[in-house]
């Protein structure tokens, strides 16, 4: 008889579930799915149960429903948990149980990592001293069988806190595998993307003043793709500001709407290479997180997917070949020179060889070797 991996997601995290499902599947291992019409229309692909959650319901009333279905299974992973703390605390399962944390300072020290800023900011942080939200999170920690994080470097970040609470930490699960890697052949034209909707966390100022650096030594046709969502304010104006570098040599490609997950992809698969220029913090409600310190950025994961070679912040910890770091715009502006030039083609085919790490099966084995932990409930 498989086992069988209870994947509850009550968000909107569906690229984390799909990358998930599939590896749990390809670990031999059968699938139900609990979340919300909308996430399971982008999961049709799968082959999993679902379980959907009426708008209409509470996440506490859908929950207590489950009870029993999840208590048949032999692992329950919960991929989001952010509202209800003591609720889901006092819920109790039968099968080993595990919480992916995407935000480590929100869970582990929310009160040494606060920003109030207004009205808005202090009525939150009123609400969660008043309702002892940093107590009711602790507590869910020590609830679970275990937890994990989206990166190794994030527990090892956390470790001090991790052993106050003496929680149980599993390795971190693979948020992403290899799933198409194009050949990084000299074409007519250099792309190279963006990833990921455009918000302040993204430090686009310093991409522009690099390109401005050097426009007038860009000699070959180019295309640079904003790939994210541009419909705000914010979003409109970084678009404009990249218009302005457009010559008969440099292109820009943006637009306000979501790219389709078809689109986003095929721009993925076609490109050069990439640049993330995510910045060091971010700020959700009052509290602020570190950028590949106790929170990752899903442009890691959507570049993994595809082997592209790519800029990064250096602020943002990798190990990966795939990945060069830059500080400021001059070395960012450098590093693009030297990776349009005619020259760069044998290094950006080497870095992208580098995404072979993060191959399906490397990443199966990953959960083949949680099993042990498993079976020590």
């Not at 919480?99 to 808005?120: A, E, S, V, W």
């Not at 990166?151 to 106050?164: C, G, H, M, P, Y």
Request: hydrophobic content about 40%; overall charge positive.
């Amino acid at each position: 008889m498989k086992k069988r991996i209870c994947i509850v997601e009550l968000y909107d995290h569906h690229e984390v579930v799909r990358v998930l499902a599939k590896l749990f599947a390809g670990a031999g291992y059968d699938i139900s799915i609990f979340c919300s019409q909308e996430v399971m229309a982008n999961l049709r692909v799968l082959s999993a149960q679902f379980i959907l959650k009426p708008n209409s319901e509470s996440q506490k009333v859908f929950m207590r429903k489950q009870v029993p279905t999840l208590n048949k299974s032999n692992l329950i992973l919960f991929t989001t948990l952010v509202k209800y703390p003591k609720f889901f605390s006092q819920l109790r399962f039968r099968p080993p149980t595990l919480l992916l944390i995407h935000d480590g300072n929100y869970f582990l020290r929310p009160n040494r990592y606060i920003q109030i800023n207004g009205i808005k900011d202090s009525l939150r942080w009123i609400k969660f001293k008043l309702f002892r939200e940093e107590k009711y999170r602790k507590q869910l920690l020590q609830h679970f069988t275990f937890v994990t994080f989206a990166d190794d470097f994030i527990a090892q970040n956390l470790s001090k806190e991790i052993k106050t609470l003496n929680i149980k930490v599993l390795p971190a699960l693979p948020l992403s595998f290899l799933e198409a890697q194009p050949a990084r052949l000299p074409s007519k034209k250099t792309t190279i993307v963006i990833p990921g909707s455009i918000k302040p966390i993204r430090d686009y100022n310093m991409v522009i003043r690099a390109f401005r650096q050097i426009e007038h030594l860009i000699s070959e046709p180019m295309e640079i793709v904003l790939l994210g969502n541009g419909n705000t304010n914010f979003g409109r104006k970084i678009i404009a500001q990249f218009k302005k570098l457009e010559n008969k040599n440099i292109k820009i490609i943006a637009q306000e709407a979501p790219f389709t997950q078809k689109s986003y992809d095929d721009y993925l698969a076609k490109a050069s290479f990439a640049i993330i220029p995510i910045k060091k913090v971010f700020i959700g409600g009052i509290f602020m997180e570190e950028y590949g310190k106790t929170k990752i950025t899903g442009s890691v994961n959507d570049v993994i997917r595809f082997g592209i070679p790519t800029l990064i912040r250096q602020s943002y910890p990798t190990n990966s070949y795939l990945f060069e770091a830059y500080q400021n715009f001059d070395e960012c502006s450098t590093l693009i020179l030297n990776w349009l030039g005619s020259k760069s083609t044998k290094e950006l085919t080497q870095r992208s060889l580098a995404a072979h790490d993060y191959s399906f099966d490397n990443m199966t084995q990953k959960i083949l070797d949680l099993e042990i932990y498993f079976s020590q409930k």
